[in-house]
Structures are given as C-alpha cells and as structure tokens.
C-alpha cells in the first residue's frame, strides 16, 4: 500500500513519520484505565497522526491509514458507551482493540511499501513519465527511442527509468481499437504488445533496453494507482498528477515527454520539468489558404 509523498515531502522524513505513528499507536491499548480513557488515548493517537501526517501525505492516504471507517465508530462509541457497566467496558475495549491491530497492520504494509519503492526508485537515476500521444506520434518504436538524449543524461552510466502510469496503459488500450488512423491503433497495439512482454514479474520493473556499445539499458516500471485512487475526470491532468506522485517517490526530478502542447503546458505550471517534443509542420495545404479575389 503505497503512499503518495505531498510535493516538498522528502521520503526520508515520511518513513520516519510513519514509523513514528506506528510505535506510538500502541500506547493507547495499554493506557491502565478505563475502557473510554484507553478509547480517548486511541483518537489522540489519531489526532496527532493527523497533524503529522499533514503535507506529508495526500488526504486519501491519511483516510486509508488513520481516519478509517473503524476510527469513525470508536469516535461515535465513545461518546456513547460511557457507562461503567461490564458489557459497555466489553463493546468498547474490543472495537478498540480491532481497530488497533487493524491500524498497525496498515501502517506495517505502508512502511514496507515505501522501504521497498526507496530501494527501487532511488535518487541518483534519471526518471522519466510518456504520456499516450509520446507513445503514438514518436517518429521511433518505443524500443529504439534514444532515452538519454530526452532526458539530457550526461554520463553513460546513469541509470534511465521509464515509469509507466497504468492510466497511460488504460488510454493505450483503449486507442487500439477506437483510435481515429490505422497507425495510431497500431502503435497503441504495439506498445501494449512490447510492456507485455517486458513486464513479466509482478511488481518488478522490465528491460526496455539492453545496453549496446552506443547506448546505455533503459528500465521501465509500471505505477499502479494506489488504494482507493480516485482518478481525476480529465485524462492529461490525472497522468500529471500520477507524474507528481512519482516525482515524491523518487525524491528526484521526473521528466514529462508528451507532443501535446497543453499538456506541456499543464505540467510546466504543476512544477514538472517536461520535454515537449514536436513534428515539422510541413507547408501550408493549398486547400487551407484563402481563395483571392
């Protein structure tokens, strides 16, 4: 279950912050008290993970990991089983107790995630997102691109990631039968085609290319939405905002590469380094040009 990083967030600090909320969440099950004192110890626990988790994390995240639909019934349960009689004590200790090995468990999957996408995203490679019209209008098939020189890397030893937002891969599937030319339902197909065979591993990146004598191996990785994800209505600004959860995640830039000129835009104004690239016009069509009188 993988967090997305709030833009300024470092990876570093969010992990601390989880591990932090993870080792103080217990303290509210062994409060030696009262079944509404341990209960009341729990939602200032929840609380102060709030406040801490605040521009480190989206909003969705703190929903899926503290504010969760078992934190909403102890907040009502609590100021409700407030008599001191032993089946309300019993009512209210066992959805404490549920809801906090529930929590733990969460924040235990969370901080793996992140330890684990640490170690596969690391700060010194170069990483880049293509949108769907990159993957279409490229001059070259995706295997034959020249990586390196989109994103400017300069020493032949740096590693080049290509993250492949799943909602690229929705739109892919989508123009491969409905696109408006044959060529661009081919180069959907294609491009399916070619991270079907790369991505063989669950949960593990594919060889986009192997190192050659005059060019360096380029690794793609597929970026899942995480839980409850809602995408946004618009296609562009959902790859963009997926290209900033990305960019939280490396702790590095990430490099947009779209032919789309709002696109660009969009992601320019985001915070995003893009590289817009283009196509030669060519001349004016003889039928666009104003008849003279």
């Known amino acids: 279950m993988l967090v997305s990083i709030y833009p300024g967030a470092s990876r570093p600090d969010v992990l601390e ?12 099950a062994n409060v030696q008290d009262s079944a509404v004192a341990r209960a009341t110890a729990y939602l200032g626990w929840a609380n102060d ?3 801490m988790l605040e521009h480190r994390v989206s909003a969705a995240d703190i929903g899926r990991i503290v504010l969760t639909p078992g934190y909403e019934r102890l ?5 409700i089983l407030s008599g001191d009689d032993t089946a309300t004590k019993g009512v209210l200790t066992g959805l404490l107790r549920r809801e906090i090995e529930r929590q733990d468990e969460l924040l235990a999957e969370t901080i793996k995630a992140l330890e684990e996408q640490i170690l596969r995203w690391p700060p010194n490679r170069l990483y880049a997102i293509a949108d769907t019209t990159f993957y279409i209008e490229h001059d070259r098939k995706l295997e034959d691109i020249d990586f390196g020189e989109l994103v400017q890397a300069t020493w032949p030893d740096t590693v080049i990631t290509l993250i492949v937002p799943i909602i690229v891969m929705d739109e892919l599937d989508g123009l491969k039968n ?28 594919g060889i986009l290319q192997q190192p050659a004598t005059e060019r360096r191996g380029i690794v793609a990785d597929i970026f899942f939405d ?14 963009i905002d997926r290209a900033l959860a ?9 490099t947009l590469l779209t032919f789309d000129t709002s696109q660009a835009a969009r992601a320019r104004n985001a915070g995003l380094a ?5 196509k030669p016009l060519g001349e004016e069509p003889e039928n666009t040009r104003k008849k003279k009188n």
């Open 17 to 28: 912050t989880l591990r932090g909320i993870r080792s103080k969440i217990g303290d509210a």
């Open 49 to 51: 993970s709030v406040r």
């Open 75 to 79: 907040l009502t349960a609590a100021g």
């Open 178 to 205: 409905r696109a408006p030319t044959p060529h661009a339902k081919w180069r959907a197909a294609y491009t399916l085609a070619f991270f079907d065979r790369i991505f063989i591993k669950p949960g593990a990146p």
């Open 226 to 239: 995480p839980p409850r994800h809602e995408r946004l209505l618009i296609a562009d600004d959902e790859i």
């Open 246 to 254: 990305a960019q939280g995640l490396t702790g590095t830039t990430v």
């Open 274 to 278: 893009v590289n817009k690239l283009s």
